[in-house]
């Protein structure tokens, strides 16, 4: 697996979760990575990203629920998602620039 995401799972409303991706060795180098996803009958969307510099970006429905952030020495980033509703359920794609490369989703579900 070339992009190794974790930390989904199953919620209640109201909740919180932390999603890790981590790229492997051989596509360690990256100008930029973030998170999509894509809720049952409905495209996939941006959620955000962030460039190896640290520059974030948000799609304006997650700005100031969702955070994301990285890790040089780990090489990983993560989307600290607060504040959870039914309607963040979807499966989590991490992805990275240049490519693009896709992970391989990991499910979110908030209980309502």
């Known amino acids: 697996v070339q992009l190794q995401a974790s930390g989904g799972g199953l919620v209640q409303a109201g909740g919180s979760l932390r999603l890790s991706c981590t790229p492997s060795?051989?596509?360690?180098?990256?100008?930029?990575m973030g998170w999509y996803r894509q809720a049952p009958g409905k495209q996939r969307e941006l959620v955000a990203t962030?460039?190896?510099?640290?520059?974030?970006n948000y799609a304006n429905s997650m700005r100031g629920r969702f955070t994301i952030s990285r890790d040089g020495a780990k090489n990983t980033i993560y989307l600290q998602m607060n504040h959870l509703t039914p309607e963040d359920t979807a499966v989590y794609y991490c992805?990275?620039?240049?490519?693009?490369?896709w992970g391989q989703g990991t499910q979110v579900t908030v209980s309502s």
């Open positions: 060795r051989s596509i360690a180098n990256w100008s930029r």
């Open positions: 992805i990275r620039y240049p490519g693009p490369l």
């Open positions: 962030i460039t190896n510099f640290g520059v974030a």
